[in-house]
């Protein structure tokens, strides 16, 4: 029969975590040095209970142990932990890399992955359901496979800028668990819905809670929303353009003065977003940052995320197949419609925080040159 395993059951007593934690300090002191570098605290039976990193390692370990309060997150850590244990890196932004690589696989119980370089950037979150909506966060959350926007610089602003778009087109914001209840879906005996916000009533929101619109007109104007976060056409604008000139045509005039307006916020809209976007675009180069320790590496970033890590080429030889391999990374043409997919969101926060924190370090970065050809035409 299988035992459930009860999380802390390994949790030392007191004395037992005394001593373990006078074992490690010892180790620390004789051993760690003040280097770049990644490290785990393991509990007795093995689990890793914490990841981190420091450009600094020695004195962050030892930040543990002089943790005063019991409730302090570095004498939780150690309390449960039995041992740590480290590897050196050559450069800081590597130790970021390899913290982030680690806390993926292991998941530790107590990391929170991604908080610290959430801060400044957004996203917005496409909310499927039975009304897609959007939603502004700061990272991908459990939203595995999901469709994300950005980064976005400021959320504040960014909630502004898509409470205006959701205003423009209509669609709903409220909570996702709210009952949506379509003008062609028929329940029997079902008494006319009363809108669940006053966003119906005033215009702002086809009401997909209350019968104010088939589900098809509703996707259809999602879409809109969708193609003009993609930024790749001017499809919102000119649906809702058409619709207006039908509207006049039709002589109805309050409706296409209705449209005359989105349309104008939409405008300034888009300006609003383009100034929000963090230039992603612009995070693609080859870049190497001053190794303290071990050999330089170099790391290949195609629009914001590392797909590659290489040493630094010292030889023609190496040279010519490190060329080879930044050729075949960048190569491929890839989409550009602004979605991160919710596995690179991480990622792309550290190396837009990087780049924000650091700028000085973009002139460590190379741009990417195809090597000439050497085919005639
Ligand atoms: S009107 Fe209904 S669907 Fe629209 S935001 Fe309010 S509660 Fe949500």
């Known amino acids: 029969?299988?035992?459930?395993?009860?999380?802390?059951?390994?949790?030392?007593?007191?004395?037992?975590?005394?001593?373990?934690?006078?074992?490690?300090?010892?180790?620390?002191?004789?051993?760690?040095?003040?280097?770049?570098?990644?490290?785990?605290?393991?509990?007795a039976d093995g689990e890793i209970i914490y990841v981190g990193k420091s450009k600094k390692l020695r004195t962050r370990l030892l930040s543990y142990f002089r943790a005063v309060y019991p409730a302090d997150k570095g004498a939780r850590i150690l309390r449960e932990a039995a041992e740590v244990q480290w590897e050196y890196v050559p450069s800081e932004f590597a130790s970021l890399l390899e913290e982030l690589k680690r806390i993926k696989r292991y998941r530790p119980r107590h990391n929170v992955a991604g908080k610290r370089d959430a801060r400044h950037f957004a996203f917005i979150r496409v909310a499927r359901g039975a009304a897609e909506s959007f939603r502004v966060v700061r990272g991908a959350g459990n939203d595995e496979g999901g469709t994300f926007f950005g980064p976005f610089h400021g959320a504040t602003q960014l909630e502004e800028a898509l409470r205006e778009l959701n205003d423009a087109l209509g669609l709903r914001d409220c909570?996702?668990?709210?009952?949506?209840?379509?003008?062609?879906?028929?329940?029997?005996?079902?008494?006319?819905?009363?809108?669940?916000?006053?966003?119906h009533e005033i215009g702002k929101c086809l009401g997909p809670c209350a019968g104010g619109v088939r589900r098809d007109e509703y996707a259809a104007r999602f879409a809109l929303a969708r193609a003009f976060l993609e930024g790749a056409?001017?499809?919102p604008v000119a649906g809702l353009r058409r619709a207006m000139d039908e509207a006049a045509g039709q002589l109805e005039f309050e409706r296409a003065a209705t449209l005359r307006d989105k349309i104008g916020r939409l405008d300034s809209l888009r300006a609003q977003f383009a100034r929000l976007r963090f230039a992603v675009e612009s995070l693609s180069f080859v870049y190497t940052p001053s190794a303290v320790h071990g050999d330089d590496m170099s790391y290949v970033i195609r629009r914001g995320r590392v797909r590659a890590a290489m040493p630094l080429p010292r030889t023609a030889d190496a040279r010519r197949a490190f060329d080879a391999a930044v050729t075949a990374i960048f190569a491929p043409v890839e989409r550009t419609d602004g979605t991160v997919p919710s596995h690179e969101i991480d990622e792309l926060l550290l190396v837009t925080s990087w780049f924000t924190r650091f700028p000085k370090e973009m002139e460590r970065a190379t741009a990417f040159a195809p090597a000439p050809s050497t085919r005639s035409a």
């Open 233 to 235: 056409n001017d499809v």
């Open 1 to 43: 029969m299988s035992r459930r395993r009860q999380r802390p059951s390994f949790l030392p007593n007191a004395a037992d975590a005394g001593a373990r934690a006078a074992e490690m300090l010892a180790r620390v002191k004789g051993e760690a040095r003040d280097l770049p570098g990644v490290y785990e605290m393991r509990a």
């Open 175 to 199: 909570a996702l668990d709210l009952p949506m209840h379509f003008a062609d879906q028929h329940d029997l005996f079902a008494a006319p819905r009363t809108p669940g916000c006053i966003r």
